[in-house]
Nanobody, 120 residues
Framework: EVQLVESGGDLVQAGGSLRLSCAAS????????IGWFRQAPGKEREGVSC???????TYSDSVKGRFTISSDNAKNTVVLQMNSLKPEDTAVYHC??????????????WGQGTQVTVSS
């Protein structure tokens, strides 16, 4: 059974940094793609970043240059390093897994989410 558990969300001031983790079980990153998404109150879910099974990474324009996604195969964890945070980054952040290993398509499993709040 695939399980994804996010952690690392917190309250931080604008300009600060946070490191989100997505701990995965039941899958391996050389097969599955892992994506990070966020949803703010009253807004649609937004794709933030993704890492494919080949290690290719993608970012939304809103976070490019500030966020970095990486995988730690030994720990079976995908990390989203978020720097220069802005109040508009406030949202619940979820990670998701796709069995076909590529980014930009359907997602098979989702984590429960972790809250990120950026104060101005």
């Amino acid at each position: 059974e695939v399980q994804l558990v996010e952690s690392g969300g917190d309250l931080v001031q604008a300009g600060g940094s946070l490191r989100l983790s997505c701990a995965a079980s039941g899958l391996t990153f050389d097969v599955w793609a892992i994506g990070w998404f966020r949803q703010a109150p009253g807004k649609e879910r937004e794709g933030v970043s993704c890492i494919s099974s080949s290690g290719r990474t993608t970012y939304s324009d809103s976070v490019k240059g500030r966020f970095t996604i990486s995988s730690d195969n030994a720990k079976n964890t995908v990390v989203l390093q978020m720097n220069s945070l802005k109040p508009e980054d406030t949202a619940v952040y979820h990670c998701a897994a796709y069995a076909e290993g590529v980014c930009g398509y359907g997602w098979d499993y989702w984590g429960q989410g972790t809250q990120v709040t950026v104060s101005s």
